[in-house]
């Protein structure tokens, strides 16, 4: 938990997810499910500061005696008030340390977390996920709305009763919320739901993981939607996301829709804008009548992004970002009116604004070997996501999309994109 975060994006962290060992060794628990876990900060901060335990499910146990696993997981009931007590309003990053929406995590728990958000709505907080099927299985149960509002009950009947000794002090900025504790009335049925200080994320790190997390994102009930593109493992076209299989069991009626409007069952492929138009929405198609695919705009029937996060990986083993796919998300948001949040580089930069043109087709000239002499740690990025660090490696015949890089370091390396600094925020909801 930090009051003051290091992350450019966030104000604070907030952890009440915890685990603890056999041994009494308390941290966190995570299982690592796709490629951006290959390099997990927490679990490298897990390892030396909390249980000692890779992030792994040979290591998590429920509440089996029996069971040969070394961690428990649980809710810390002391963290999980945290939030109450704090006055200024922040951007609250929830669980930062694991996931949420992981399977070791129970609706329970989730429901708690959900009810301290609600008694804060001057807070602002941010819930990023890679379980998105999870997260709008969550979001969209009926059942989910009643059972946070009851652990609200059960929260200002804690403050009322002074049970738990201390004073719910942010609940003085909800007059309605005071009214309530005042006269120890119940929320009567009456569930808002989503709450309007909850932001829904999804990290994708390629193209593969955003056409499979965004389309359950957008079909999950929300007043904010982003999406963390960090660590940037390859190019992401927001214009064209998902896939047949993925936005069907996102959006079924979507889908069935859209078959019903082509009067045929035998749609093959479907992709879906999500950042242009907030009124107007772009459905690309094929069918075996139309292999090279169509285009049908109408009244937006999901919502799109509301924010776009995008960074380099950092630490000892980070893999590079090529300067192109950054700038591609940069100018997809800009010509969407989407808020654009460029965090860092990582550890590379590209070696110099100036000289990015360099290609593999001109390594071994006079200028390449100037340049190489002068970059630190110099290597190149493939648009495709290669990296090569060694000369000799370099194709016979070049790749005009290939970039010079060097490792610097997360510091050195910045946050400036083409030299302006990129620090958009979505505006609250009112």
């Known amino acids: 938990m930090s009051d003051r975060s290091k992350i450019e994006w966030t104000d604070a962290t907030w952890n009440p997810i915890r685990a603890i060992t056999r041994e009494g060794k308390i941290g966190w628990h995570c299982e690592k499910i796709s490629a951006a876990c290959a390099n997990c900060y927490a679990e490298a901060m897990n390892q030396r500061l909390g249980t000692g335990l890779e992030y792994h499910s040979k290591h998590f146990f429920y509440d089996d005696?029996?069971?040969?696993?070394?961690?428990?997981?649980?809710?810390?009931?002391?963290?999980?008030?945290?939030?109450?007590?704090?006055?200024?309003?922040?951007?609250?990053?929830?669980?930062?340390?694991?996931?949420?929406?992981?399977?070791?995590?129970?609706?329970?728990?989730?429901?708690?977390?959900?009810?301290?958000?609600?008694?804060?709505?001057?807070?602002?907080?941010?819930?990023?996920?890679?379980?998105?099927?999870?997260?709008?299985?969550?979001?969209?149960?009926?059942?989910?709305?009643?059972?946070?509002?009851?652990?609200?009950?059960?929260?200002?009947?804690?403050?009322?009763?002074?049970?738990?000794?201390?004073?719910?002090?942010?609940?003085?900025?909800?007059?309605?919320?005071?009214?309530?504790?005042?006269?120890?009335?119940?929320?009567?049925?009456?569930?808002?739901?989503?709450?309007?200080?909850?932001?829904?994320?999804?990290?994708?790190?390629?193209?593969?993981?955003?056409?499979?997390?965004?389309?359950?994102?957008?079909?999950?009930?929300?007043?904010?939607?982003?999406?963390?593109?960090?660590?940037?493992l390859g190019p992401i076209d927001l214009e064209r996301i998902g896939t047949l299989d993925t936005i069907r069991s996102a959006m079924p009626e979507i889908v069935a829709r859209e078959e019903d409007d082509l009067c045929q069952n035998s749609v093959s492929g479907m992709q879906i804008d999500v950042i242009n138009s907030a009124h107007q929405a772009t459905i690309y198609y094929q069918t075996p009548d139309h292999m090279g695919g169509f285009a049908i705009r109408f009244p937006r029937p999901f919502p799109r992004l509301d924010w776009v996060i995008c960074g380099g990986e950092s630490g000892p083993h980070a893999r590079p970002m090529h300067p192109d796919w950054a700038r591609s998300l940069r100018d997809q948001c800009a010509a969407a009116s989407v808020p654009f949040f460029f965090k860092q580089w990582g550890e590379f930069r590209e070696f110099d604004h100036e000289t990015r043109e360099i290609t593999l087709v001109e390594a071994g000239s006079d200028f390449a070997e100037s340049v190489l002499a002068a970059a630190c740690n110099p290597s190149w990025i493939t648009a495709d996501g290669r990296h090569i660090r060694n000369q000799d490696d370099l194709p016979e015949h070049g790749e005009p999309r290939a970039r010079l890089i060097e490792r610097v370091g997360k510091k050195s390396a910045g946050r400036l994109l083409d030299g302006r600094e990129h620090s958009e925020f979505p505006g609250r909801q009112a």
């Open 65 to 232: 005696k029996r069971s040969d696993k070394k961690s428990l997981v649980f809710l810390d009931e002391k963290t999980l008030l945290q939030p109450l007590h704090w006055k200024r309003p922040r951007r609250i990053f929830v669980c930062s340390m694991t996931d949420l929406f992981g399977d070791w995590v129970t609706d329970e728990m989730r429901d708690r977390i959900h009810a301290i958000m609600a008694l804060t709505p001057h807070h602002d907080y941010q819930i990023l996920t890679k379980r998105s099927a999870r997260m709008r299985q969550y979001a969209t149960n009926p059942a989910t709305p009643p059972r946070i509002w009851a652990a609200v009950d059960a929260l200002i009947d804690l403050w009322n009763s002074g049970g738990a000794g201390f004073r719910l002090r942010a609940i003085d900025n909800d007059p309605k919320i005071v009214a309530l504790a005042d006269q120890g009335a119940s929320w009567g049925g009456e569930t808002p739901w989503p709450l309007k200080n909850v932001w829904f994320g999804v990290t994708a790190e390629n193209q593969q993981a955003a056409d499979k997390r965004i389309p359950d994102l957008l079909a999950t009930s929300a007043t904010m939607r982003f999406v963390s593109i960090e660590p940037m």
